[in-house]
Protein backbone atom coordinates (compact mmCIF):
# COMPACT_ATOMS: atom_id res chain seq x y z
CA UNK A 1 0.00 0.00 0.00
CA UNK A 2 1.42 3.30 -0.85
CA UNK A 3 1.87 5.71 1.41
CA UNK A 4 0.14 9.34 -0.21
CA UNK A 5 -0.13 12.67 0.90
CA UNK A 6 -2.92 14.55 -0.11
CA UNK A 7 -3.28 18.26 0.39
CA UNK A 8 -6.69 19.22 1.47
CA UNK A 9 -8.19 22.45 1.40
CA UNK A 10 -11.43 21.66 3.30
CA UNK A 11 -13.80 18.87 4.03
CA UNK A 12 -16.10 18.98 1.22
CA UNK A 13 -13.66 18.47 -0.88
CA UNK A 14 -11.81 16.41 0.65
CA UNK A 15 -15.05 13.92 0.46
CA UNK A 16 -15.32 13.98 -3.44
CA UNK A 17 -12.15 13.72 -3.81
CA UNK A 18 -11.93 10.20 -1.22
CA UNK A 19 -14.82 8.85 -3.85
CA UNK A 20 -12.29 8.86 -6.68
CA UNK A 21 -9.34 7.59 -4.23
CA UNK A 22 -11.00 5.02 -2.06
CA UNK A 23 -10.49 2.75 -4.71
CA UNK A 24 -6.57 3.49 -4.86
CA UNK A 25 -4.38 1.30 -3.01
CA UNK A 26 -3.49 4.12 -1.24
CA UNK A 27 -2.98 5.02 2.92
CA UNK A 28 -3.72 8.61 2.79
CA UNK A 29 -2.95 11.66 5.22
CA UNK A 30 -4.12 14.46 4.94
CA UNK A 31 -1.82 17.77 4.97
CA UNK A 32 -4.03 20.99 5.48
CA UNK A 33 -1.46 23.22 4.18
CA UNK A 34 -3.82 26.55 3.18
CA UNK A 35 -2.33 30.27 3.74
CA UNK A 36 -4.46 31.20 1.39
CA UNK A 37 -7.42 31.10 4.18
CA UNK A 38 -8.67 34.66 5.78
CA UNK A 39 -9.54 35.36 8.31
CA UNK A 40 -8.33 33.03 10.81
CA UNK A 41 -11.70 31.94 12.18
CA UNK A 42 -12.17 30.74 8.18
CA UNK A 43 -8.91 28.60 8.43
CA UNK A 44 -10.28 27.02 11.58
CA UNK A 45 -13.72 26.40 10.52
CA UNK A 46 -12.18 24.41 7.77
CA UNK A 47 -9.92 22.80 9.48
CA UNK A 48 -12.46 21.30 11.87
CA UNK A 49 -14.60 20.15 9.20
CA UNK A 50 -11.88 18.06 7.66
CA UNK A 51 -11.60 16.32 10.77
CA UNK A 52 -14.63 15.37 10.95
CA UNK A 53 -14.81 14.82 7.28
CA UNK A 54 -11.61 12.66 7.61
CA UNK A 55 -12.47 10.77 10.44
CA UNK A 56 -12.08 7.48 10.51
CA UNK A 57 -11.25 7.25 6.81
CA UNK A 58 -7.96 8.77 6.82
CA UNK A 59 -4.67 7.81 8.74
CA UNK A 60 -4.57 11.11 10.03
CA UNK A 61 -5.06 14.75 9.72
CA UNK A 62 -1.30 16.99 9.76
CA UNK A 63 -2.25 21.20 9.86
CA UNK A 64 0.24 23.40 9.56
CA UNK A 65 0.38 26.61 11.47
CA UNK A 66 -1.33 29.54 10.17
CA UNK A 67 0.56 31.39 7.78
CA UNK A 68 -1.42 33.75 5.48
CA UNK A 69 1.77 36.19 5.24
CA UNK A 70 3.06 33.28 2.86
CA UNK A 71 0.44 33.31 1.14
CA UNK A 72 0.59 37.34 0.72
CA UNK A 73 4.19 36.62 0.07
CA UNK A 74 3.65 34.84 -2.79
CA UNK A 75 1.29 36.39 -4.14
CA UNK A 76 1.45 40.31 -3.46
CA UNK A 77 3.35 42.74 -5.55
CA UNK A 78 3.43 40.99 -8.84
CA UNK A 79 0.35 43.06 -10.15
CA UNK A 80 -1.30 39.86 -10.96
CA UNK A 81 -5.42 38.98 -11.04
CA UNK A 82 -7.80 36.30 -11.03
CA UNK A 83 -7.06 33.63 -12.21
CA UNK A 84 -3.29 34.08 -12.72
CA UNK A 85 -2.38 34.77 -9.00
CA UNK A 86 -3.84 31.16 -8.30
CA UNK A 87 -1.23 29.51 -10.36
CA UNK A 88 1.20 31.20 -7.34
CA UNK A 89 -1.15 30.12 -4.41
CA UNK A 90 -1.10 26.46 -5.87
CA UNK A 91 2.84 26.64 -6.53
CA UNK A 92 3.23 27.78 -2.53
CA UNK A 93 1.12 25.08 -1.09
CA UNK A 94 2.11 22.18 -3.67
CA UNK A 95 5.35 23.18 -3.15
CA UNK A 96 5.27 22.93 0.47
CA UNK A 97 3.06 19.75 0.43
CA UNK A 98 5.64 18.08 -1.69
CA UNK A 99 8.40 18.73 0.60
CA UNK A 100 6.80 17.68 3.45
CA UNK A 101 5.92 14.45 1.83
CA UNK A 102 9.90 13.68 1.17
CA UNK A 103 10.85 14.54 4.68
CA UNK A 104 8.29 12.33 5.83
CA UNK A 105 8.70 9.36 4.01
CA UNK A 106 5.23 9.42 1.49
CA UNK A 107 5.34 7.63 -1.64
CA UNK A 108 3.46 10.02 -3.57
CA UNK A 109 1.20 13.42 -3.21
CA UNK A 110 -1.36 14.83 -4.63
CA UNK A 111 -4.36 17.30 -3.83
CA UNK A 112 -8.14 17.81 -3.26
CA UNK A 113 -7.73 20.74 -5.60
CA UNK A 114 -8.57 18.42 -8.69
CA UNK A 115 -12.18 18.08 -7.39
CA UNK A 116 -12.98 21.35 -8.00
CA UNK A 117 -14.29 22.40 -11.26
CA UNK A 118 -13.74 25.76 -10.25
CA UNK A 119 -9.47 24.61 -10.51
CA UNK A 120 -7.33 25.15 -13.25
CA UNK A 121 -6.46 21.75 -14.08
CA UNK A 122 -3.72 21.74 -16.63
CA UNK A 123 -1.85 24.28 -14.20
CA UNK A 124 -2.50 22.43 -11.18
CA UNK A 125 -0.84 19.09 -12.96
CA UNK A 126 2.36 21.07 -14.17
CA UNK A 127 2.85 22.66 -11.22
CA UNK A 128 2.54 19.53 -9.30
CA UNK A 129 4.53 17.82 -11.61
CA UNK A 130 7.49 20.60 -10.85
CA UNK A 131 7.22 19.95 -7.36
CA UNK A 132 7.52 16.10 -7.87
CA UNK A 133 10.94 17.06 -9.86
CA UNK A 134 11.78 19.61 -7.03
CA UNK A 135 11.71 17.11 -4.37
CA UNK A 136 11.68 13.20 -6.34
CA UNK A 137 8.01 12.40 -4.72
CA UNK A 138 5.87 11.51 -7.73
CA UNK A 139 2.29 13.79 -8.20
CA UNK A 140 -0.70 11.58 -8.16
CA UNK A 141 -2.48 13.32 -11.09
CA UNK A 142 -5.92 12.40 -11.38
CA UNK A 143 -8.91 14.32 -12.49
CA UNK A 144 -11.48 13.96 -9.49
CA UNK A 145 -14.17 16.27 -11.34
CA UNK A 146 -17.22 14.07 -12.02
CA UNK A 147 -16.99 13.34 -8.18
CA UNK A 148 -17.65 16.88 -7.09
CA UNK A 149 -21.05 16.86 -6.78
CA UNK A 150 -21.06 13.89 -4.75
CA UNK A 151 -18.70 15.44 -2.12
CA UNK A 152 -20.98 18.18 -1.95
CA UNK A 153 -23.96 16.09 -1.18
CA UNK A 154 -21.65 13.94 1.65
CA UNK A 155 -20.84 17.66 2.83
CA UNK A 156 -24.68 18.53 3.28
CA UNK A 157 -25.39 15.18 4.99
CA UNK A 158 -22.69 15.23 7.69
CA UNK A 159 -23.93 19.08 8.40
CA UNK A 160 -20.35 20.19 7.31
CA UNK A 161 -19.72 24.16 6.71
CA UNK A 162 -19.56 24.48 2.85
CA UNK A 163 -18.03 27.93 2.43
CA UNK A 164 -18.79 30.40 -0.72
CA UNK A 165 -15.08 31.04 -1.38
CA UNK A 166 -11.98 30.09 -2.10
CA UNK A 167 -10.47 31.72 1.11
CA UNK A 168 -7.91 34.38 -0.12
CA UNK A 169 -9.14 37.78 0.25
CA UNK A 170 -9.40 38.54 -3.24
CA UNK A 171 -12.03 36.08 -3.95
CA UNK A 172 -13.85 36.87 -0.18
CA UNK A 173 -14.21 40.73 -1.50
CA UNK A 174 -16.14 38.93 -4.29
CA UNK A 175 -18.31 36.76 -2.18
Not at 47 to 61: C, P, Q, S, Y
Not at 79 to 87: G, N, S, T
Request: with cysteine.
Amino acid sequence: MKKLLLHTCCGPCFLGSFEGLKNEDFEITNFYYNPNIQPEGEWTKRLNNLKMAARGITKEVIASEYEPEEHLGAIIGKERDFPARCLDCYLLRLDKTANYAKKNGFDLFSTTLLVSPYQQHEELKIIGETAAKKYGVPFYYHDLRQYFREGQSKANCQELYRQKYCGCIYSRKSE
